[in-house]
């Protein structure tokens, strides 16, 4: 595995594709409150890179504009969640997005189990630890927790790819692809404090 962990912002010069896992750790689960601390990402070559961000400047140039490239594929898990942060501490508005989480429970009916735990096990065949999931990612990270980072998108390539073939098996890619076209709308909801099924009774 080729890990890496950058100060501030991705050097300029990497190149990784047309499709990227990407993943985010905060303070907290209160974008409101809680600042966007890393973003990792990956090519799907067995590599990861770590940015830990400068949370005075959000300054990082390289990051924003691999992010912000349309023609990019950004696989995440739980996007609702990492966009909300993305959107508030470095203002963007992501587009072309795969979320295997989505992917999850449209496919994998026969599980009520989607974390990406669950999923790695399932799929990749190994069973990851999450023990670092509640830590400070403010300060120094130290090499456990890089590992837990890099282990949030090492495998989502994997995982999009197979669930998107289980997906079309049982006729409901095209469902999936409606709830996607959805997700940024559901994302600024939860930016304007509506958090809750705008549908329910």
């Not at 990861?48 to 390289?62: E, F, K």
């Not at 691999?66 to 594929?73: A, E, W």
């Not at 942060?85 to 989480?101: A, H, Q, V």
């Not at 090492?154 to 469902?175: M, P, V």
Request: hydrophobic share 35%.
């Amino acid at each position: 595995m080729d890990i890496k962990l950058h100060k501030n912002d991705l050097p300029k010069d990497l190149e990784f594709g047309n499709k990227i896992a990407v993943d985010c750790e905060f303070m907290g689960l209160n974008f409101m409150r809680d600042k966007l601390c890393v973003v990792q990402i990956s090519s799907g070559n067995s590599d990861a890179h770590i940015i830990q961000l400068d949370r005075d400047t959000y300054n990082c140039p390289n990051l924003k504009k691999l992010l912000s490239n349309n023609n990019v594929t950004k696989i995440f898990h739980y996007a609702r969640a990492d966009l909300a942060f993305i959107n508030k501490y470095l203002n963007l508005d992501i587009l072309n997005i795969e979320d295997t989480k989505l992917q999850s429970k449209l496919a994998r009916s026969y599980s009520d189990r989607h974390g990406l735990k669950d999923l790695i096990k399932e799929f990749i065949g190994i069973d990851i630890s999450k023990q670092y999931q509640s830590s400070d990612f403010g300060g120094d990270l130290s090499a456990a927790q890089i590992k837990y980072c890099a282990n949030d998108v090492l495998y989502l390539h994997k995982i999009n790819s197979t669930l998107n073939g289980i997906l079309k098996r049982e006729k409901r890619l095209d469902l999936y692809k409606e709830c996607i076209k959805f997700l940024n709308t559901r994302v600024k909801l939860d930016l304007e404090s509506f958090p809750d099924d705008i549908w329910s009774h």
